[in-house]
């Protein structure tokens, strides 16, 4: 297998929601681990929207750390997809001897046609390095949860919208709330339009999006928004739209004019940003740095951090 189909492979079976957990576990009682699980949670995002020079770089530390054989897999995957063959093999001949004889790097070892022998070291110095640094490992001792136990959050994309779901809920029960007088007034006319267009359920919408049904969720944002819930409405339309790849960098740009100061604007913006990256639009740098000025947004140190990196 050549080292470009093997890094599409890696990327699509490896198992990152295992590798992240393992890193929370061992961020229990190890404050580096606790921090290089952040990290790793910065990567799963930019690697979740094709950042993958971004990605790789970011990576890097966590390499030079007693971790499982899988986190190297992603390291040389990453550096495949980011900067090709030749920046791969060089990352992979920077390992140290154990890491390069793991059973688990055997195909990196045919891509590159690397032989054992030019190690240079005994099969059995690896093969006992290789039994105390990588995985399968002994499950960490278990820490008895306390009150003040701190809590290891990642930052992966479908991490961060459950939050901010979580965080908008509430204000749609409000908006929701405050238009009720309205609707009872509007009743009539309301259930004459409903007549012949349904009333777009946002809450099965909210459920739908959590648990990745996008296509499900797309088929229920054909109706009509309910009275006070365009915003959110528009913002979910947007969303599916873009984890099923209808969506425009226009359609973007077109949410935020029509609702300047929606609760969703630095979501839409990140999105809009990442869609221009894609396209080569240098306009990205721009929508990027005003996500970066957002203080106390969730995208904001993340956006900072990729124009930082480039």
């Known amino acids: 297998m050549d080292a470009r189909t093997l890094a599409e492979r890696e990327l699509a079976e490896l198992p990152l929601i295992d590798m992240t957990e393992w890193l929370i576990r061992k961020g229990e009682h190890d404050p580096t681990f606790r921090l290089v699980a952040n ?3 910065v990567v799963m995002t930019l690697l979740d929207h094709g950042y993958y020079v971004e990605a ?9 750390m007693k971790v499982p054989a899988a986190f190297h897999r992603l390291g040389l995957a990453l550096e495949m997809k980011a900067n090709g063959k030749k920046a791969a093999k060089r990352r992979f001949r920077s390992l140290s001897p154990a890491v390069m004889q793991h059973a688990d790097l055997s195909p990196w070892r045919t891509a590159f046609k690397w032989d054992k022998k030019w190690l240079g070291l005994p099969a059995v110095v690896a093969l006992a390095l290789v039994a105390l640094a990588f995985w399968p490992e002994a499950t960490p001792p278990a820490v008895p949860v306390t009150e003040d136990a701190p ?29 009720e007088a309205l609707q009872t007034e509007e009743a009539p006319v309301e259930e004459e339009a409903s007549a012949t267009q349904q009333v777009i359920p946002l809450a099965d919408v909210e459920t739908l999006v959590q648990d990745k049904r996008y296509k499900e969720a797309d088929a229920l944002l054909e109706g009509t928004p309910k009275a006070g819930q365009e915003q959110a409405v528009g913002f979910y339309r947007l969303l599916v739209d873009n984890k099923l790849g209808e969506a425009e960098v226009s359609d973007y740009a077109a949410y935020v004019e029509t609702y300047p100061e929606s609760g969703y604007k630095t979501d839409v913006l990140w999105m809009k940003g990442i869609a221009e990256k894609k396209a080569g639009d240098e306009a990205y ?5 005003e996500v970066a000025a957002m203080e106390g947004t969730y995208w904001a140190p993340i956006a900072k951090s990729v124009l930082e990196d480039e």
Request: proline share 2%; glycine share 4%.
């Open 151 to 179: 809590r290891v959050e990642t930052v992966t994309e479908d991490e961060a919208l459950a939050k901010r779901l979580e965080e908008l809920e509430q204000e749609v029960a409000r908006l929701e709330e405050a238009n």
């Open 285 to 289: 740098r721009t929508t990027l740095a």
């Open 56 to 64: 790789s770089e970011r990576i890097v530390p966590l390499l030079g």
């Open 39 to 41: 990290e790793f949670g």
